[in-house]
């Protein structure tokens, strides 16, 4: 059966080295076929055997264009995005753009298993303040209160946050598995099997699709993750981002010094293998539960959101600053009620740096990403000969 | 020849191939009855019909012999050799089997990669639900883990040390539901390949050709046949393709998982008699009852197995369907008619 199908073939693509010359060999298996065919059309005279063999030409000359435009395409787009000026400091050392993506989705999903972990910390540290209880009794005579109740109500945003934070690992994961593929499969084994399939009249739709899927996922999936990054880079270096670049942890000090407060990042062990240490900007203060009693102290009033970002929008830049440092600073941290307002006023400062990594990188990327993708197979397919509705995908997004 | 190959022989050539003689030969009957009754009547229209779905009838079973040749061809071709053409290593154990074959077990292995990332999310969340509802109670005035200030009563502050986890199980509901998601859309894909394997779309074939000659239904059945053939011939092989690729989109050669800990149902511990100890050694030990040894807390890796299972289960088996969608749309437009596929598209 091997020699009936490299017989088909004609000629084996095993000892091709990239696709390129896989392509080529395809191309000139599909070439050859055709050649078979008007052969055999012309040896016995039947007319639609040649009319169909040059119908097929004209379709095979179609997709040769396509494979000449993807080779120029693939060249330039390299040569742009390995340069570390343009796409990151990242993409340093890669030589081809799909290299420079996933170094550039290694680097978004270890920023964002470092985010969850901080966000994990806070909501672990709010939690316990919240649920605290003081009890005090002799003899079964006495009294049990829950005075930390206003720390209850900082779960709920960090729940929410930690969806969406955790949505955004999903969406960034699935984009490195798709680059996986397109890596590996989409030029040596998906480009040659939708070229050949292509060739046949009763399976030209498929083999249309399949070429289609091979070029856009090779070529506009990483260029779509390499864009997505340029832009949220030029965004990060605007003045008009300074309200989100709110750092969220502080640096791991160098030589593995172990800093109190550090935590480790939640394992990511696939593909990257690293654990990422990372030490949160923010303390949250501790509550006592028998410290019920509202504040007794008059005259300091909570203050308003606005005043506090007022005052912390411009010190939080620094790393090393405490955003409740900047919050105890405009209240009072008298009593437990103060305490859960300013560990509220302080997260609140510190949504703004999640939600940046989050919804830009982890969230506006891939899906400018798979929007491109969607909208290449779509105009690849109809170039080549079989337009297909890829809605169904596109949901997907 | 694989089993499945066997089955759908003895289908095809028991059950299909004598129903669709059968059919061919009513149909011939037919035309010939029409021409010889338009000869008879000197009725141009009647004997030009005729001639034409005397043309009509051969390239129906033209069809039907390309599809025979197809599922020969993907009954004998070894999915080894396929990979060996493509230069591809090949895929663990199994590499003798035919197409078919293939493309069943990539959908079946698909179904083991899916629930094992429900598993490592269930695992997760279970645990997280038992360690947020463990509590503490520190008495005042302590001594170790002991305190006088419970010696007549309980005076003290209780809290839970583990804390909430609430910000993890949020991001875990959310792809516990989609790794759900995942494995019944795969299983659905899977079914839609068990009753075309069964034979489903071959009693489309008798009737396809029938019905292409009938007056006004040739469109039925061009989009009969078409499903025939997109069914029997794209999608099983794209499916086959995609089975080449397991070891990176199921992770074959790991045992089916990204993740280096095997999380399910027999790994949870039983507590039957711990519960002494628990109170005792804090909350560190009942923490590593569930988090010990291979079974390392791993949430994000848990949401990363899931987002990986949604891309090789969902997202794949979809573009082969779609691919098979485009074939009876092409297929159709050569057997003569246009269909409007949107609304099955809709159904991917």
Known sequence: MKKLLLLLLLIPLAFAASWQEIAAIALVTSAILLGIIYGVGSGFNINELQALAKEEAFQLIATVVLVVVLVGSDSIINAISVNPQLAGEQVTGTSTMQEAANATLNSILTDLSG???????????????????????????????????????????????GSILGFSIGEVSAMKRLLAISVEFSMQLLLPFGILLRTLKFTRGAGGFIIAVAISLHLLLPAGV????????????????????????????????????????????????????????????ECTPLDAIPSLIPGIPIP?????????????????????????????????????????????????????????????????????????IRAFSAAAGAEVDVSAIARFV | MTEVCTELSKFIWEGVMPLTAYTSVILAAIIGVSYAVGNALSNPKLT???????????????????????????????????????????????????????????????????YKALSAIRYHLEAYSVLSSFNEFQCDFPIGRFALGCLFGNSGQGFPPFGGYGALMGALNVFFNTALMTLFTVMNFSMILSATLGGLVFIFIPFGI????????????????????????????????????????????????????????????????????????????????????????????????????????????????????????????????????SRIMQLV
């Open chain 1, 304 to 376: 308003g959101p606005a005043s506090i970002w007022e005052g912390a929008k411009t010190v939080l830049e620094d790393v090393n600053t405490d955003p409740m440092t900047v919050v105890a600073g405009v209240m009072s941290m008298e009593t437990n009620e103060d305490r859960a307002a300013a560990t509220y006023f302080g997260l609140r400062l510190l949504i703004r740096g999640f939600l940046f990594g989050a919804l830009l990188n982890g969230t506006l990327g891939p899906v400018i990403a798979l929007l491109m993708v969607m909208a290449g």
């Open chain 2, 48 to 114: 030009l019909w005729s001639k034409t779905e005397a043309v009509q009838m051969v390239i129906s079973i033209a069809s039907v012999v390309v599809l025979l040749g197809f599922m020969n061809l993907f009954c004998t071709i070894q999915v080894g050799e396929l990979a060996t053409i493509f230069s591809k290593p090949l895929p663990g154990a199994g590499n003798d089997m035919d197409l078919y074959a293939a493309a069943d077990t990539y959908l079946v292995n698909a179904q083991t990669y899916a």
């Open chain 1, 115 to 161: 985010e969850m972990a901080v966000l994990s910390y806070y909501d672990h540290r709010v939690a316990i303040e919240g649920s605290k209880s003081g009890q005090c009794n002799v003899l079964q005579v006495g009294y049990g209160v829950s005075g930390c109740g206003g720390f209850s109500l900082v779960n709920p945003p960090l729940s929410l946050a």
């Open chain 2, 210 to 341: 029938f019905m292409r000659s009938m007056p006004f239904m040739r469109t039925f059945g061009s989009l009969l046949i078409s499903l025939a053939i997109s069914f029997m011939v794209v999608y099983p092989l794209m499916l086959s393709v995609l089975y080449l690729m397991s070891d990176t989109l199921l992770d074959a050669k790991n045992g089916f998982t990204p993740l280096s800990s095997v999380y399910n149902e027999n790994n949870f511990p039983q507590y039957e008699g711990n519960a002494l100890g628990q109170s005792m050694m804090g909350e560190d030990y009942t923490k590593a009852q569930y988090f010990y040894g291979g079974n390392e807390e791993n949430p994000v890796g848990a949401i990363v197995f899931a987002a990986y299972a949604f891309v090789s289960a969902v997202f794949l088996p979809s573009v082969a369907m779609l691919a098979t969608l485009a074939t009876i749309g092409y297929t159709t437009r050569l057997l003569g008619e246009e269909i409007d596929l």
């Open chain 1, 226 to 285: 390499l864009f997505n990054n340029m832009l949220v880079s030029e965004f990060r270096s605007n003045e008009a981002s300074a309200e989100y670049r709110i750092p969220i942890t502080k640096p791991v000090a160098a030589g593995g010094i172990r800093l109190p407060g550090m935590i480790t990042a939640l394992p990511v062990n696939i593909d990257l293998g690293t654990k990422t240490e990372v030490v949160p900007t923010m303390t949250i203060p």
